[in-house]
């Protein structure tokens, strides 16, 4: 860890004044995720603006929508009245991250911006594309178990680490930034860009812009919901795999279903195969298995992980039988 | 001796931990929050290769930062002879390599400089900026790799590694070979709750070192050794603990950078390890390859096992893991021949850890037994019962006090295994298939010499002795041992230990300090009563006893888990351990101890492992995020019974030790329940997810 200076802006305008001021600065809000990698020596940020004064931790929520400011706390989202009846998938994927310590300081934006736990993108003695550009990649060759098996490219495996994000790609979240020329919304899905030929590259955000919002649309889909989780221990783990999954119903038949998954992509993975594969028909094992291979589709397995198709797809089926299960 | 002990029974009572207030309101003082004034602080730059040399080290950088005060390499360190494992003379090594003495690197981690500064910030940041070229030979890191050196060890403390008693090969050919099965564990780190530190103070020729200590006059002799002193010249202290496990017995190379820092710059030195210098430079448990061969008869009788095990050894350590040492002695089996083969790997020197030997030795041997009992479809506790020795088959010595037997029939008992259904696959509910396993505990009752001295000091009792406790409870049961010889209450009594100035104890490790210790305080507690004085000081030692007769504690451990086969999750929602120990001085801190052990057992069967990149040798798993202890909720409804049956041969006080034996046979325990549950007979640890599917 090297010397710092850290900043604090009272007003929004200060923030993004100062973002643009000071050449490699960066926000700082719960610092569960930049402390971290500052003392792994992956970032070196010579400025920290603290943005923990600004208006965004407030929950708010109507008929039609809850918005989440960015710097509500993990646990205080998890644990809102209105997000645990109406988005139970978002309270139960926001209590599964990390630890309660970690939970209670982690903000919303902060973790959609939560990078790999890849161990070589964590040690910068280790190559890494994603840490240094065109520096190669060592999890290749190296052990590569809690990879990723979906969006990944040949110059990236690592696996997005968040739990919280892959219920909100499950529910058409939309993530409002703020930069100098006001502010604009992006769909959560095309927030997130796939590594490709640039996996340093992990999402839209430009220079200088602030994370100031989600918010999320409220309907059945989302009401009949779960997150299931499978990692190597209950609690303080990162997922092996994990299942967002939302079904709408009439009758016995799914009319709408919103499914995504963790642990196994490059980005919070949405699988809107599945989802059609389960639209129109009768909630049950054929459909729930039919949806998990459409989900799995265009997996690439290595030799630690490849135990994640099978273990991707027994997951989701458990996520949908607890969806009816539960209904 | 005229004075009697009072029957006010406070040995044997549930007294609350005597420092428990200091601890719980932040008091305690460890090592590194010891306030020093005027000191300097060091940090560690560690290898970022396993294998190799340093080309070139530049700290031009590091030295610019404001504040730093002094940077070691092996250009410019002192040199220093690291003294060979001595245990005659209390001087014990962890490691026989000394880093910062050439360009040499031999495994990942290795100290390779160290920065000294005003603060702790200033020297981390520089260290973050030394920068070192290497030239990387390709590491040897694979347990089979051929190019790695392998040996044959001959002895552990003493017990031949490669043993043997009958025909092995004739009783397994006439039994036609029951069970030939291998099982595998990977590298454990101890993961202490409090990460080394070092504080080092030169007053002259004197040296201080505050420094957290599973044996600090082993520590003091090193130190006195390396840096040619008289052992009386350094004083060690080290009140509390965070945990040792035994990753804080034998003595670290870092304790001679700080005292070497120290010295240097002519200022106290308080160096800290990072928790990933933790995991690479003070210890492991190796890993292990043991292949069993069990011969029985029809009904069960065992009449051979064959146990060979493979061992990850280092360039950089001496220590060799001995799990089949259990095999000789645990039943009573005709032919029996354990062998170990280590092989030297690129790896950090490893040590003791919790129970070497027995913990992933009794994983395999236990393991082999729950095979062997099902193969013969004979109960898993009548297997054990039908074998057990009242009279050691190694030593041919009567056992001073074994109650296995005991504890396997309370255990039964209290779990309700009548209703234990023979065949596996049989208990579901729900999502989840339920499994129920046992398997065999033990440990050792060692014993060795230790001194006491007791000072009467107006209406208060001061007991001294040079001990340690890791937060295991030894304040309390010395303070309830000296109350009662004293004849006073508890409130009266004073215990100081942690300081190598005290009359001397053995290390704490081998679960000895109960069992060596107490009888030293009592006698000199029963000394002072008796003479009325104002000071007593007591020896107290085994004696004869020893050649006539084994000491060993026994136990019995009963899993419950929960499988849910689809999705590869194991839960262990029930545990029950049942311990014969010899008489149980304190119950509560007892109890906490086989808690402790079980759930470090919970973690060995399904969580832990150091993760090694197979061509680099680095750790990758070295934080708590990613090398997995178990965390609370992966702990289940947990049960201790204690069998007490005071032990009087060993010692006075008919205690034997409780630090190590918890942990043993939890992990075969856990994996013969999944096997009850799933019907899956899982052989490598840990069991993780996808080995379920």
Same mark, same amino acid.
């Given at each position: 860890m090297q010397a710092f200076e850290l900043l604090t802006a009272r007003k929004t305008d200060d923030a993004l004044a100062l973002i643009a001021q000071y050449e490699g600065a960066a926000f700082i809000a719960g610092g569960t995720t930049v402390v971290d990698l500052m003392k792994c020596g992956v970032t070196l940020p010579p400025v920290l603006i603290d943005i923990n004064g600004l208006p965004f931790g407030e929950i708010d929520a109507n008929e039609e929508r809850i918005r989440i400011g960015a710097l509500v706390r993990n646990s205080d989202v998890a644990y809102d009245r209105n997000v645990v009846h109406r988005l139970p998938m978002l309270s139960k994927a926001f209590l599964s991250g990390a630890s309660g310590q970690l939970r209670n300081m982690a903000t919303v934006g902060g973790n959609l911006l939560q990078r790999t736990r890849c161990p070589y993108f964590r040690d910068p003695a280790s190559r890494c594309n994603k840490r240094e550009p065109g520096t190669g990649c060592d999890a290749f060759e190296g052990i590569h178990r809690g990879h990723a098996i979906l969006g990944t490219s040949n110059h990236c495996i690592a696996t997005h680490p968040s739990d919280a994000a892959v219920a909100l790609i499950a529910l058409d979240a939309v993530v409002e930034l703020a930069a100098p020329g006001g502010t604009r919304r992006v769909p959560i899905e095309e927030f997130y860009i796939v590594p490709g030929a640039t996996p340093s590259i992990e999402n839209v955000l430009l220079k200088g812009e602030l994370i100031t919002a989600v918010e999320i649309p409220l309907g059945a889909a989302q009401r009949n919901a779960t997150y299931l989780k499978v990692r190597d221990r209950a609690s303080y783990e990162f997922a092996l795999v994990a299942v967002a999954a939302g079904l709408e119903f009439d009758g016995g038949t799914i009319t709408q279903a919103r499914l995504a998954l963790g642990g196994v992509g490059a980005i919070p993975w949405r699988v809107r195969g599945a989802e059609q594969v389960l639209a129109g028909k009768k909630a049950g094992p054929q459909a729930f298995k039919e949806a998990a291979e459409a989900a799995l589709e265009g997996a690439i397995p290595r030799?630690?992980?490849? *135990?994640k198709v099978e273990l991707a797809k027994r997951a989701v089926v458990r996520a949908l039988e607890t969806v009816v299960r539960e209904r | 001796m005229t004075a009697t002990v009072t029957? /006010?029974?406070? %040995?044997g009572t549930p007294v609350d931990r005597v420092d428990g207030g200091l601890k719980v309101t932040g008091q305690a003082q460890y090592a590194a929050d010891t306030p020093v004034e005027h000191a300097a602080f060091a940090v560690l730059v560690s290898s970022t290769i396993a294998r190799g040399r340093i080309l070139a080290i530049e700290t031009e950088a590091a030295a610019a930062i404001p504040g730093v005060l002094k940077i070691f390499t092996h250009e410019n360190a002192p040199r220093f002879k690291q003294p060979d494992p001595d245990w005659m003379n209390a001087l014990v090594p962890s490691q026989t390599f000394m880093p910062?003495?050439? @360009? /040499?690197?031999?495994?990942?981690?290795?100290? %390779?400089a160290v920065v000294v500064a005003e603060t702790f910030e200033t020297a981390r940041a520089a260290a973050a900026l030394v920068e070192v070229a290497y030239e990387v030979k390709p590491p040897l890191l694979l347990l089979h790799d051929p190019a790695a050196p392998r040996f044959q060890p001959d002895v552990f403390f003493g017990e031949p590694m490669q043993d043997a008693r009958g025909d092995v090969d004739a009783a397994l050919a006439d039994a036609g070979g029951r069970i030939d099965a291998t099982y595998t564990t990977p590298i454990e780190s101890h993961n202490a709750m409090e990460p080394h530190a070092t504080i080092a103070q030169w007053n002259g020729h004197r040296l201080i070192v505050h420094e957290p200590s599973q044996w600090m006059i082993g520590t003091r002799n090193y130190l006195a050794k390396v840096f040619d002193l008289a052992p009386e010249d350094v004083h060690v202290i080290s009140p *509390?603990?965070?945990? +040792? *496990? +035994?990753?804080?017995?034998f003595s670290l190379p870092h304790s001679v950078f700080a005292a070497m820092a120290a010295r240097a710059i002519g200022r106290p030195v308080k160096l800290m390890l990072s928790r990933a210098q933790v995991f690479t430079t003070t210890g492991h448990r190796a890993q292990t390859e043991q292949h069993l061969r069990i011969g029985a008869s029809d009904d069960g009788q065992l009449t051979a096992i064959d146990h060979a095990s493979t061992i990850s050894s280092s360039y950089a350590g001496w220590f060799i893991e001995p799990p089949g040492l259990t095999t000789m002695f645990l039943y009573a089996c005709p032919n029996v021949r354990i062998r170990h083969e280590a092989a030297t790997l690129n790896l950090p020197a490893p040590c003791p850890m919790r129970a070497p030997g027995e913990a992933p030795g009794m994983f395999a041997l236990e393991s082999a037994l729950d095979e062997l009992a099902a193969q013969l479809e004979i109960d898993p506790i009548d297997l054990r019962i039908r074998n057990d020795?009242?009279?050691? @088959? =190694?030593?041919k010595l009567p056992f001073s006090s074994r109650h296995l037997v005991e504890c396997l029939e309370a255990g039964a008992d209290w779990f309700k295994w009548?209703?234990? @259904?023979? =065949? @596996?696959?049989?208990m579901r509910d729900g999502d989840e298939l339920v499994g129920w396993g046992v398997a065999t505990a033990t440990y050792a009752g060692l014993r060795g010499p230790a001194s006491a001295r007791v000072r009467k000091e107006d209406d208060r009792y001061i007991v001294e002795v040079a001990t340690h406790d890791l937060g295991t409870g030894m304040y309390t049961i010395m303070t309830q041992v000296a109350a009662e010889a004293l004849g006073v209450p508890i409130s009266q009594v004073e215990c100081r230990i942690g300081d190598s100035r005290f009359p001397p104890a053995p290390v704490a490790g081998g679960s000895q300090s109960t069992a060596s210790v107490m009888p030293a305080v009592q006698a000199a507690c029963l000394k002072l009563r008796e003479s009325g004085g104002e000071m007593a000081e007591a020896d107290a030692a085994p004696g004869d006893e020893q050649g006539r007769y084994s000491f060993q504690s026994f136990g019995a451990q009963f899993a419950e888990v929960r499988v849910d086969e689809a999705i590869g999750r194991v839960r262990v929602s029930r545990f029950l351990g049942v311990f014969d120990c010899g008489k149980i001085l304190n119950p509560k801190t007892a109890r906490s101890q086989m808690l402790g052990g079980i759930v470090f057992g919970i973690g060995q069967a399904l969580f832990e492992e150091a993760v090694v990149d197979p061509r680099t040798g680095r750790l990758l798993t070295d934080s708590m995020a990613e090398y997995r202890v178990p965390v609370n909720a992966d702990v289940g409804e947990l049960e201790i019974l204690f069998v007490e049956e005071p032990d009087y041969v060993l010692n006075p006080l008919g205690a034997r030790g409780v630090g190590e034996i918890g942990i043993t046979g939890v992990a075969a325990a856990i994996a013969n329940a999944i096997y009850h549950a799933i019907g899956k007979r899982l052989r490598d640890l840990p069991i993780t997810p996808e080995k379920l599917l």
């Open positions: 030799r630690d992980n490849a *135990f | 029957r /006010e029974s406070i %040995v910062l003495q050439s @360009p /040499e690197i031999i495994h990942y981690g290795q100290q %390779v *509390f603990v965070g945990g +040792g *496990f +035994g990753a804080k017995g020795a009242q009279t050691d @088959p =190694k030593t009548d209703r234990r @259904p023979k =065949k @596996p696959r049989q």
